[in-house]
């Protein structure tokens, strides 16, 4: 690797990351800006996949179950937009892609927790983040507002699943296919009394 690239790479990543692996049920703090505003969003799920956690682009993916539907985040360890990870329970695993537990709800989904040093584990947060962030001196004196998991939660509850709206789609077709065209009713009524009206009148060659 070229030194220019491994002198930035250096000055972007965190001084420590806490010990995340496939399985891990997770609490990421994510850092969202909004003009001269910031809150912080927390999103609670299972990592499900894990990549390249030895370098500056160390990646996971967390799923999540909400109102029926899978919601999955992925999140760059290194970025600042990323304020901090928290590992909450460790499941049983012997792969690092998770795929399985994308066609699987309820109990199947569940997996088997082992004992760890949950304080050994989130380490990384407890260490002060020295890495720069562009767009510190623009929100430096911004109010930071964390939203609690359960107010996620909430929100994430409050979008309507994807099988209602294609199901209320499909109604409001049929509907408009069973409605009867404008005049449709009229032109019908009028061949009506033109076919009465040839029955009734004499024939005038007889």
């Known amino acids: 690797m070229h030194p220019a690239i491994a002198e ?13 692996q496939s399985g891990d049920t997770v609490r990421v703090h994510q850092r969202i800006r909004e003009g001269n505003k910031q809150r912080i969003q927390v999103f609670e799920g299972v990592v499900i996949r894990t990549h390249r956690m030895g370098s500056v682009s160390a990646v996971i993916t967390v799923r999540r179950i909400a109102s029926g539907v899978g919601v999955e985040k992925t999140y760059l360890l290194h970025s600042p937009n990323v304020d901090k990870v ?28 082992v004992e760890f040093d949950r304080v050994a584990a989130n380490q990384g947060n407890e260490v ?74 004499p024939d005038s060659n007889n």
Do not use: C, H, M, W
């Open 8 to 20: 930035i790479e250096k000055r972007q990543s965190k001084p420590a990351l806490p010990q995340v």
């Open 86 to 113: 928290e590992v909450l329970r460790r499941g049983q695993v012997r792969r690092n892609f998770l795929s399985y537990l994308r066609a699987r709800r309820g109990k199947s989904a569940r997996l088997k927790e």
């Open 128 to 201: 002060k983040q020295l890495t720069e962030d562009p767009l510190a001196d623009d929100t430096a004196d911004a109010d930071v507002t964390e939203i609690e998991p359960d107010e996620s939660q909430d929100a994430l509850n409050d979008e309507v699943p994807l099988d209602a709206v294609i199901k209320e789609e499909g109604k409001e077709s049929r509907e408009d296919d069973a409605k009867p065209t404008d005049g449709g009713g009229d032109e019908s009524e009028v061949e009506r009394e033109e076919a009465e009206s040839k029955i009734d009148k």
